[in-house]
Structure formats: C-alpha cells, structure tokens
C-alpha cells in the first residue's frame, strides 16, 4: 500500500526548453515585482477530458470541489521512469519528490452539481502520453492526483481534505473544459543579437528594500542552497586563479510561500559590466568574469527558476550584481 505524501508540485524540466514550450502562470503578482518587454507569442490548446476527481475542502460547509484531470500534446512529457524508480523517488525524500511532471492549472470556476449546488471547479492539463500512464498504473495515477490536490492548494491557497477523494466513474469531467493558454518560445528572425541579460545602472547606490529581506528573517525559509563547480554538464570549471565573490540569496516576500530569490553579488574589482559573464539556468546560476580578479561562482538554486523573467542589473557604484529570479509554483 502506498502512502500519501505533501509532494512539491514540479512543473518545469529541462524538455519544456527543448520543446520550445513554457506554461504560462497568471500570477500578476510576478509582473508587477520584474516588469518585463512584451515576451514570446502564445496560443490556446484545448485538453482532452481524462479523469475527474471529487473531494471536498478541508472548511466548516465542506464544499465539493472537481479536478478534472485532462492531456494535451502540446504540453511536453515528463522524464521516462518506471513504477518502481518512481516509488523509490517518492519515499525517498519525505515530503517532496524529484520527479518532475510539467503541467498546467487553469484557473478556478464554479459549476453546478447534479444537485444544482455550486461546486469549485479546477482543470489540471498533462501531456496526453504521460496520461496513458496513469490511466494503466495505479502508483502513476496516486503520484500525479498527489501532485496536483498540492498545486491546486499552494496556487489557490485554499486546503482540501485529500485522503479523502473519488475518483467518478461515469464522467471525465465537470462542466465544459475552457482552453489553456501556453506561451511557445519565440524565434527571432532576424540575426540581430539578443539583448542583454545585465542592464548596468549608472548611479544607483545599493540599498536593502522591505521586499528583500534575507531568508533568515522568514518563519519558513527556502531549502539550503547546495554550491557546486564540479557538476558536469553545465557550467565550466573554475579557473586556477579564481576568487569566489562575496554574495547572499533573499527571497522575496520575506515570510510566506517564495514568489522568487534575488541573488546579491559584490564584483569590487569589476569596472564595467561588460566584464561580467551571468548564466541562469533552471536550478543554477553561475557568475564569473572580472580583469584583476577573476571572480567564479556557481550556486545551485532551491527551487526551479523561470528564465524567460529573469532580470539582472549592475551597479557601478556600489559593485552589487543583481539578478531577479521568479520561481515556479504551481504553472
């Protein structure tokens, strides 16, 4: 028998960027924190209905609440993984697991149940292969219901009483399924250059704001951030002569679910930013650059980063690097 875990909803892998394909979050939180140019084209897809799941909320008039469970092709598949090394993965780590499934939550409506009651109502789309998956594997099909029941919560912050749900068997889904709208990664046509990842500020001294607080200050702060410059794959080596810079995480807001990290990075030997080289992936960022000293640092992020937002910004005053990282949280 399997049980149940709080697993961490984890949406994003590195096959979204192959695909060109990134889910998109309405949150308008995140625009009004890093304003941003106008970004890739997106489109409507319209999932298929799968499996509808009902329970109820964890509150005193235990309203019903719907998930319909739905799959598209146009949402990439997770990481191949059979039954039992997701099992290992699941009991491994407690509460989270790191096996990634991307996937997409529209946003909550009401309908009607037979009774004529309003009932909450949420669409949750994956990828049309992966649902294969869970609808011939019972330990597929707890893990992703698990996934989802948690991201629905963390993204509507509401609680539902998830040991306790039925799986209908006569419907696929409640009500008609609006469409999601997904953001497809824009080509550029032209051979100009991109424009740069680091704006470099003229006068702007460095000053800690209300919104950047470290994460020491949180009641429940970030998971550890693991450094490394040895992981293959991604960024170079360190050079004989490199210096690690001085630098700290916030997260922002300071208590509460993290909306996004800003990494704080003293350069004092840097004169321009052109000097500075900055690569932002998923789960890392990595900083080097500099003339008499060659600064080199490499941090490996507690949550999954969403590139296509991110902002960095040089002060040539104060030496401060920063970069603004909006994290993942039920896309």
């Not at 040991?163 to 032209?190: C, F, L, Q, T, W």
């Not at 949550?303 to 603004?324: C, G, P, R």
Request: glycine letters at 6%.
């Amino acid at each position: 028998m399997v049980s149940r875990k709080n697993t961490a909803l984890l949406d994003v892998d590195p096959t979204i960027m192959e695909n060109n394909l990134l889910i998109t979050d309405s949150n308008a939180e995140l625009d009004s924190l890093f304003p941003k140019d106008p970004g890739p084209q997106s489109k409507i897809v319209h999932p298929i209905p799968g499996l509808c799941i009902k329970l109820r909320r964890s509150t005193e008039d235990h309203g019903k609440v719907f998930i319909n469970l739905c799959h598209t092709k146009d949402i990439p598949a997770p990481e191949e993984i059979s039954e039992r090394r997701l099992m290992e993965m699941w009991n491994a780590n407690g509460e989270t697991c790191d096996y990634r499934v991307p996937l997409s939550i529209g946003e909550g409506r009401q309908e009607p149940d037979k009774s004529g009651q309003p009932s909450d109502v949420y669409d949750v789309a994956i990828n049309t292969d992966f649902f294969g998956k869970v609808e011939s594997s019972n330990i597929f099909r707890m893990f992703i219901i698990d996934v989802i029941m948690q991201g629905i919560e963390d993204k509507f912050h509401i609680e539902m009483e998830k040991d306790d749900y039925v799986i209908m068997k006569n419907r696929k889904a409640m009500g008609s399924i609006p469409g999601h709208r997904v953001r497809v990664k824009e080509r550029r046509e032209d051979s100009s250059p991109a424009a740069p990842l680091i704006q470099e500020l003229g006068t702007t001294r460095f000053a800690e704001t209300s919104a950047t607080k470290p994460a020491a200050a949180a009641k429940s702060p970030a998971k550890p951030v693991a450094e490394s410059a040895t992981k293959p794959g991604s960024a170079p080596a360190p050079p004989s002569d490199a210096v690690k810079p001085e630098f700290r995480l916030l997260r922002v807001p300071a208590q509460g679910p993290a909306r996004s990290f800003v990494m704080q990075c003293h350069l004092p030997s840097v004169m321009s930013v052109k000097e500075v080289n900055l690569d932002v992936g998923e789960d890392r960022v990595s900083i080097s650059g500099g003339r008499s000293s060659k600064y080199f640092l490499d941090v490996f992020m507690p949550d999954t980063i969403i590139q296509n937002f991110t902002t960095a910004k040089f002060d040539s005053m104060s030496k401060i690097l920063t970069v603004n990282m909006p994290i993942s949280r039920g896309i």
